[in-house]
C-alpha cells in the first residue's frame, strides 16, 4: 500500500489541524503510559478487584456527565475553553490518584476527572476535536483524516503502553516498590494535563463554530436540530457496541495476562504496544476499504471477525498463542472506529457537529461504564475468561443491527458517487 493517497489530506491542515494531531498523540500516549499499570496500582492501594472495577465504571460515568456538558457547550461556549477545562480535569484526577488511597477519594476523583483505564480515547477531547477537524477538510478528506487522526492515537497509545510498562519494570529493578513505580507512572499521567493545557492554549479562533447571524431552526438543550433522530439512534448503538468493549477495557486485559500467565509490567507493556500498532494500522487501512465498499460496510464487515477473534483469545492453551490471536484481533479491530466517526460527522449539519460527536462519545461512555464492574466481581469470582465472551457475543449483535438499520442511509460523498 502506498501512502501518497492516504496522505492527500496533510494539504488541508491548517496549523490549529496541526495542533489537533500534537494534542491527540500526546494525550493519548499518556492514557497509554497509565492504562498498563492503573489496575496494578490500585491492587497496590488496597482494592480488591471489585472495588477495581467499581472504581472503573464511576470514572467511565464521570466522563460521560463532565464530558456530555462540555461537547454540548462548546459550540456556544467556545471549543478552545473546553478543551483548556479537559486538560485541568485530567490534571485533576492525576494528582488525586497520586497521592490518595482512600476509595472514597479516588471515586470522588474518577467522577469528576478525565482518566483512562481502557488507554483509549475519553473525556471531551475527541468530541470537539473531530467537529473541530470536520471543518478544516473537505468531505472528501475527512474519512482519510480521520483514520490517520486514529492512527496517530494508536501509535501513540502503543508507545505510551511500552514506555510506562518498562518505566514500572526498571524503577523495580533500581530497588523502589510496586506501589512506588506505579505512583510514578501515575504522576507522570498529571503531568501531561499541564502540557496539554499549554498546547491547546495556542489554538486560533479558527476552530470555533461558524454560524449564521440567524439560524432557521433552534437547537435543542443537547444542541442537535435537523439531525436529532439519526444521532439518538446512532448513540443507542454505539452505546451497545461500548457496553460490550467495557468488559475487555486494557487495563483488565492487561490484569488478565497477568493472572493468566504472571505476565510481568514490561512484558505487558509489550504486549499492548504490539496490539495498539496493529489496531492503528487497522485504522489506516479503513479509509481506502470504505472508500470502495462504504463506511457502513466497512464497520461491519471488519468488526464481526475482530469479535470472534477477541473470544478466541481465553481459549488458547499457552501466552504465545493467546499473545498471537490478540494481534490478530487487533489488526482489524479498529477499521470501524475512523469510519464511525467520519460517517457520524457526515450525517450532520456543520453546527451540529461538536453536539453530535459529543452526544454519541458520551453515549459510548455510558455503556462503557455499565461493564467494567461487571467485569470485576467475575474476575473476583474466578470467571476470568467469560467478559471476553460477552463482549464478543454482544458486540456482533450490534454489528448486525447498525448494518439492517443504516445500510441505506449514505453519507454525502458516497451519494454522490452513486449518481455518477
Given at each position: 500500500?502506498?501512502?501518497?493517497?492516504e496522505?492527500?489530506?496533510?494539504?488541508?491542515?491548517?496549523a490549529?489541524?496541526?495542533?489537533?494531531?500534537?494534542?491527540?498523540l500526546?494525550?493519548?500516549?499518556?492514557?497509554?503510559?497509565l492504562?498498563i499499570?492503573?489496575a496494578?496500582?490500585?491492587?497496590?492501594?488496597g482494592?480488591?478487584?471489585?472495588?477495581?472495577?467499581?472504581?472503573?465504571?464511576?470514572?467511565?460515568?464521570?466522563?460521560?456527565?463532565?464530558?456530555?456538558?462540555?461537547?454540548?457547550s462548546?459550540?456556544r461556549?467556545?471549543?478552545?475553553?473546553?478543551?483548556?477545562?479537559?486538560?485541568?480535569?485530567?490534571?485533576?484526577?492525576?494528582?488525586?490518584?497520586?497521592?490518595?488511597?482512600?476509595?472514597?477519594?479516588?471515586?470522588?476523583?474518577?467522577?469528576?476527572?478525565?482518566?483512562?483505564?481502557?488507554?483509549?480515547?475519553?473525556?471531551?477531547?475527541?468530541?470537539?476535536?473531530?467537529?473541530?477537524?470536520?471543518?478544516?477538510?473537505?468531505?472528501?478528506?475527512?474519512?482519510?483524516?480521520?483514520?490517520?487522526?486514529?492512527?496517530?492515537?494508536?501509535?501513540?497509545?502503543?508507545?505510551?503502553?511500552?514506555?510506562?510498562?518498562?518505566?514500572?519494570?526498571?524503577?523495580?529493578a533500581?530497588?523502589?516498590?510496586?506501589l512506588?513505580?506505579?505512583?510514578?507512572i501515575?504522576?507522570?499521567?498529571?503531568?501531561f494535563g499541564?502540557?496539554?493545557?499549554?498546547?491547546?492554549?495556542?489554538?486560533?479562533?479558527?476552530?470555533?463554530?461558524?454560524?449564521?447571524?440567524?439560524?432557521?431552526?433552534t437547537?435543542?438543550?443537547?444542541?442537535?436540530?435537523h439531525?436529532?433522530?439519526?444521532?439518538?439512534?446512532?448513540?443507542g448503538?454505539?452505546a451497545?457496541?461500548?457496553?460490550?468493549?467495557?468488559?475487555?477495557?486494557?487495563?483488565?486485559?492487561?490484569?488478565?495476562f497477568h493472572?493468566?500467565?504472571?505476565?510481568?509490567?514490561a512484558v505487558?507493556?509489550?504486549i499492548?504496544?504490539?496490539?495498539n500498532?496493529?489496531?492503528?494500522?487497522?485504522?489506516?487501512?479503513?479509509?481506502r476499504?470504505?472508500?470502495?465498499?462504504?463506511?457502513?460496510?466497512?464497520?461491519?464487515?471488519?468488526?464481526?471477525?475482530?469479535?470472534?477473534?477477541?473470544m478466541?483469545?481465553p481459549?488458547?492453551?499457552?501466552?504465545?498463542?493467546?499473545i498471537?490471536?490478540?494481534?490478530?484481533?487487533f489488526s482489524?479491530?479498529?477499521?470501524?472506529?475512523?469510519?464511525?466517526q467520519?460517517?457520524?460527522?457526515?450525517?450532520?449539519?456543520p453546527?451540529e457537529?461538536?453536539?453530535?460527536?459529543?452526544?454519541?462519545?458520551?453515549?459510548?461512555?455510558?455503556g462503557?461504564?455499565?461493564?467494567?464492574?461487571?467485569?470485576?466481581?467475575l474476575?473476583?469470582?474466578?470467571?476470568i475468561?467469560v467478559?471476553?465472551?460477552?463482549?464478543?457475543?454482544?458486540?456482533?449483535?450490534?454489528?448486525?443491527?447498525l448494518y439492517?438499520?443504516?445500510r441505506?442511509?449514505?453519507?454525502?460523498e458516497?451519494?454522490?458517487?452513486?449518481t455518477?
Amino acid at each position: 500500500m502506498t501512502l501518497a493517497p492516504e496522505l492527500s489530506f496533510v494539504r488541508f491542515l491548517t496549523a490549529d489541524g496541526r495542533l489537533l494531531f500534537t494534542t491527540r498523540l500526546m494525550r493519548l500516549f499518556a492514557y497509554g503510559f497509565l492504562s498498563i499499570v492503573l489496575a496494578l496500582y490500585l491492587e497496590q492501594v488496597g482494592l480488591t478487584t471489585t472495588q477495581i472495577g467499581a472504581l472503573f465504571t464511576f470514572t467511565l460515568i464521570g466522563d460521560a456527565g463532565i464530558s456530555l456538558w462540555i461537547a454540548t457547550s462548546a459550540d456556544r461556549i467556545g471549543r478552545k475553553r473546553m478543551l483548556l477545562l479537559g486538560a485541568g480535569l485530567m490534571l485533576l484526577a492525576g494528582i488525586v490518584f497520586a497521592v490518595s488511597g482512600s476509595i472514597v477519594l479516588l471515586i470522588v476523583a474518577a467522577i469528576v476527572g478525565v482518566l483512562s483505564p481502557s488507554g483509549n480515547e475519553i473525556g471531551p477531547f475527541l468530541s470537539i476535536e473531530q467537529a473541530a477537524l470536520s471543518q478544516i477538510v473537505p468531505d472528501d478528506q475527512r474519512t482519510r483524516t480521520f483514520a490517520w487522526y486514529n492512527l496517530v492515537g494508536s501509535f501513540a497509545t502503543a508507545t505510551g503502553a511500552l514506555v510506562g510498562g518498562s518505566l514500572a519494570q526498571g524503577l523495580q529493578a533500581a530497588g523502589s516498590t510496586p506501589l512506588e513505580s506505579y505512583r510514578a507512572i501515575v504522576i507522570g499521567y498529571a503531568l501531561f494535563g499541564v502540557a496539554l493545557a499549554l498546547l491547546f492554549n495556542r489554538l486560533s479562533s479558527a476552530i470555533e463554530v461558524t454560524t449564521s447571524p440567524q439560524p432557521a431552526v433552534t437547537p435543542s438543550r443537547l444542541g442537535l436540530h435537523h439531525s436529532r433522530g439519526i444521532v439518538l439512534k446512532l448513540s443507542g448503538l454505539f452505546a451497545l457496541d461500548a457496553f460490550a468493549g467495557g468488559f475487555v477495557v486494557q487495563s483488565l486485559v492487561a490484569y488478565w495476562f497477568h493472572v493468566r500467565f504472571g505476565v510481568e509490567p514490561a512484558v505487558l507493556g509489550s504486549i499492548f504496544f504490539g496490539a495498539n500498532v496493529f489496531a492503528g494500522i487497522s485504522a489506516l487501512l479503513a479509509a481506502r476499504v470504505a472508500a470502495r465498499i462504504g463506511l457502513i460496510n466497512t464497520m461491519v464487515v471488519t468488526h464481526i471477525p475482530s469479535n470472534i477473534l477477541l473470544m478466541l483469545v481465553p481459549l488458547m492453551p499457552n501466552l504465545p498463542l493467546a499473545i498471537a490471536m490478540l494481534f490478530l484481533r487487533f489488526s482489524i479491530s479498529q477499521m470501524d472506529v475512523p469510519t464511525r466517526q467520519s460517517y457520524t460527522m457526515a450525517m450532520v449539519d456543520p453546527d451540529e457537529r461538536s453536539a453530535a460527536s459529543g452526544v454519541t462519545t458520551i453515549a459510548r461512555s455510558i455503556g462503557a461504564a455499565l461493564s467494567p464492574s461487571i467485569a470485576g466481581a467475575l474476575l473476583s469470582a474466578s470467571l476470568i475468561s467469560v467478559p471476553f465472551f460477552l463482549s464478543g457475543g454482544i458486540k456482533i449483535v450490534y454489528d448486525l443491527t447498525l448494518y439492517f438499520s443504516f445500510r441505506a442511509m449514505k453519507p454525502p460523498e458516497e451519494q454522490r458517487l452513486s449518481t455518477q
